[in-house]
C-alpha cells in the first residue's frame, strides 16, 4: 500500500501533463484549422505530423536508451556521470547528423509536403533542435523515477504551444509559420522546466528490484557504460522508434501528396488521423514509467514481475483503446467537420478502422519497452522494418488513396504487434527455461 501511495501523485501529475500536451496539439490543429485557408491548413497539419515523426522518432529512441541506463545502473548503485556524458554526446551526434539531413532533402521536403513554405522548413528544424533537449532531459528523470519533474516537461511544453496558438488565433492573424514556430519552440521550455529536477538530490521514487535467486545472472541485463558500446545499442533503437513514428504518421502525408486535386478531403483526412491517434500521443509517455520498472526487474531475473506488470498496461490499453475506437467509428466524422472547421464528411468506417490502428500500435508501445529493457533491441528495429515496408507498399496501392492508407495502418501495426510478441515470448521463455533448479525441487 505504502507503494502504491508513492506511485499515485506522480501518476496522477504524468496524466495531468499528458492531458495538456494533448489538449495543445488539438487547440493547435484546431485553431489553425478555423484561421489559416485550406491550403494551408492541410500544409501545417503535416508538419505537425513530420514534427511529431522527425523528433520524437529520433530522440525518444535517446530517451529510451539512456532511462534503461540510468535505471539500470542506479539499481546496481553505480556511477551516473559516464552515463549522462555519453547521452549528451549521442544527442549532440544525432541532431548534427539529423539537421544535415534536412537540409539534404530541404527542396523536395517544402515542395511537396510543406506546401513550399520555407517558413514552416525552419520551424521543422527548430523543432529538431528543441526535440533534443526535451527528450534528453526525460531521459534522465525517467530512469531516476523523478517522474514529478518528467510530468512538468509535459505540462510546460503543452502550455507553451497552446497558449501561443490561442494569442496568435484572438488577435486575428492568418500567419501559419508564425504558429508553426511556437509550436515547435515549446519543447524547448518543457526542457528547461525539467531540470531543477535533475539538480535535486532527492532518492529515486522507487527501490530496486529484489534479487531472484532462480534467475539467470544479473550479468544478462548489463548496460553497457563505454560510448560506443552505448551507441551501438542506440543505433538500433534509433532506426525501430524512428520507423515507429512513420508508420504511425506517414498516412496522411502520403494521401495529401496523392490527392492534389481533392485538399479538402486531404485536410479532412490528416485532421481525422490526428484525431484517433490522440490516445497514441497521450500513451506514449507510459514507456517513461514502465521502462524504469522493467528494467530493474529484468536485471534481477524477475520475469514474474516484467510479465505481471506489461499485463496490467495492456489491459488498461485495452480499456481505453476499445472505446475511443468505438467514438472514433460514431462521433469521428462530426468532431472533424466541427472542431476542425472539415469541409468534407468521411466516412464514419474509415475513422473507426484508424481508430483500431491505433490500438495496435499502443501495444506495441507497451511491448517495445518490455523488448528494451531485456536488451532485444534487434527485435524492435526487425518489428518496425517489417511494419514500414508493408505500409509504404500498401500506401500506394492504385485506387482510392483514402481505402489504400486504412488498409496500409490495419496490417503494418498488425505485423509489428506479432513481430514484437514473438520476440518477447522467446526471451521471456528462454529466461525461466535457463534459471536454475534448486536442489531437491520437483522436476
Known amino acids: 500500500m505504502a507503494g502504491t501511495r508513492k506511485l499515485v501523485g506522480p501518476a496522477v501529475l504524468m496524466a495531468g501533463g499528458l492531458g495538456i500536451v494533448g489538449v495543445a496539439g488539438y487547440g493547435f490543429l484546431g485553431l489553425t484549422g478555423h484561421a489559416l485557408p485550406v491550403a494551408d491548413t492541410a500544409a501545417v497539419a503535416s508538419l505537425y505530423l513530420l514534427v511529431n515523426i522527425i523528433g520524437p522518432g529520433l530522440f525518444v529512441a535517446l530517451e529510451q536508451e539512456t532511462s534503461r541506463a540510468t535505471s539500470a545502473t542506479t539499481a546496481r548503485g553505480g556511477e551516473l556521470r559516464p ?33 513550399g513554405q520555407w517558413g514552416l522548413f525552419a520551424a521543422v528544424v527548430l523543432s529538431v533542435v528543441t526535440s533534443a533537449a526535451v527528450y534528453l532531459v ?8 523523478r517522474f514529478t519533474g518528467y510530468a512538468a516537461t509535459l505540462g510546460v511544453e503543452g502550455l507553451a504551444r ?12 492568418a500567419n501559419g509559420v508564425l504558429y508553426a514556430l511556437f509550436f515547435a519552440a515549446g ?70 501528396s496523392r490527392m ?23 500513451f506514449a509517455p507510459v514507456q517513461a514509467m514502465l521502462l524504469p520498472s522493467i ?4 536485471a534481477a531475473g524477475d520475469t514474474a514481475t516484467v510479465w505481471r506488470r506489461l499485463r496490467v498496461v495492456l489491459l488498461a490499453v485495452a480499456a481505453i483503446g476499445v472505446p475511443g475506437a468505438l467514438l472514433s467509428l460514431l462521433l469521428g466524422p462530426w468532431v472533424v467537420r466541427v472542431f476542425f472547421d472539415a469541409e468534407v464528411d468521411l466516412p464514419g468506417l474509415v475513422v473507426g478502422l484508424l481508430g483500431v490502428s491505433t490500438i495496435a500500435l499502443m501495444v506495441a508501445q507497451v ?13 524492435v528495429t526487425a518489428a518496425w522494418v517489417l511494419g514500414s515496408v508493408v ?5 500506394f496501392l492504385p485506387g482510392d488513396p483514402l481505402r489504400a492508407a486504412v488498409l496500409a495502418q490495419l496490417v503494418a501495426s498488425a505485423v509489428v504487434v506479432a513481430t514484437m510478441s514473438v520476440g518477447l515470448l522467446r526471451r521471456l521463455r528462454g529466461r525461466v527455461a535457463s534459471a536454475p533448479v534448486p536442489a531437491g525441487a520437483p522436476g
Open 260 to 282: 492534389t486535386w481533392d485538399k479538402a478531403t486531404a485536410a479532412a483526412f490528416a485532421a481525422a488521423f490526428v484525431l484517433v491517434r490522440v490516445p497514441l500521443f497521450l
Open 138 to 145: 526525460r531521459g534522465l528523470l525517467g530512469g531516476r523515477q
Open 367 to 379: 511491448l517495445q519497452p518490455g523488448l528494451v529493457a531485456l536488451d532485444q533491441h534487434r527485435f
Open 83 to 115: 552515463i549522462v556524458r555519453n547521452a549528451v554526446l549521442h544527442a549532440l551526434l544525432m541532431l548534427a547528423l539529423v539537421l544535415v539531413v534536412l537540409l539534404a532533402i530541404s527542396p523536395v521536403l517544402t515542395a511537396k509536403a510543406l506546401s
Open 162 to 173: 497552446l497558449l501561443p496558438s490561442v494569442a496568435l488565433a484572438l488577435s486575428g492573424s
Open 391 to 395: 505500409l509504404v507498399g500498401l500506401l
Open 187 to 256: 519543447s524547448a521550455f518543457g526542457a528547461l522546466a525539467g531540470l531543477p529536477a535533475l539538480r535535486s538530490s532527492a532518492a529515486p521514487a522507487a527501490p530496486a528490484a529484489p534479487v531472484d535467486p532462480l534467475a539467470p545472472a544479473a550479468h544478462e541485463a548489463e548496460v553497457p557504460t563505454t560510448f560506443a558500446a552505448m551507441g551501438r545499442a542506440l543505433v538500433l533503437l534509433v532506426l525501430g522508434t524512428l520507423l515507429m513514428q512513420l508508420v504511425a504518421n506517414l498516412a496522411p502525408i502520403v494521401v495529401t
Open 295 to 298: 528494467t530493474r526487474a529484468a
